[in-house]
């Protein structure tokens, strides 16, 4: 059974949604310092209620952030 991402309800913080059509959504991270958007392409499944982070150091100047991915239940 495959459940839809409602795009309204996930809350992306420090990247840009890709692909976010699926419970699993892809998106590039985009630096909160000098706004260099990589062009490595993350993956990520997304859980109800489960808000993932992840650290990630931009290429270009090295700035580290997170990321953010919250899918309310
Ligand atoms: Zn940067």
């Given at each position: 059974?495959?459940q839809?991402?409602?795009?309204?309800?996930?809350?992306?913080?420090?990247?840009?949604?890709?692909?976010?059509?699926?419970?699993t959504?892809t998106?590039?991270?985009?630096?909160?310092?000098?706004?260099?958007?990589?062009?490595?392409?993350?993956?990520?499944?997304?859980?109800?209620?489960?808000?993932?982070?992840?650290t990630?150091?931009?290429?270009k100047?090295?700035?580290?952030?997170?990321?953010?991915?919250?899918?309310?239940?």
């Amino acid at each position: 059974m495959e459940q839809q991402v409602d795009i309204e309800t996930v809350v992306l913080e420090g990247g840009s949604c890709v692909e976010c059509s699926s419970p699993t959504i892809t998106y590039v991270v985009k630096c909160q310092k000098c706004g260099y958007v990589e062009t490595h392409r993350h993956t990520v499944s997304l859980t109800r209620g489960v808000t993932e982070v992840v650290t990630v150091q931009c290429e270009k100047c090295n700035h580290k952030q997170m990321v953010k991915i919250r899918y309310p239940r």
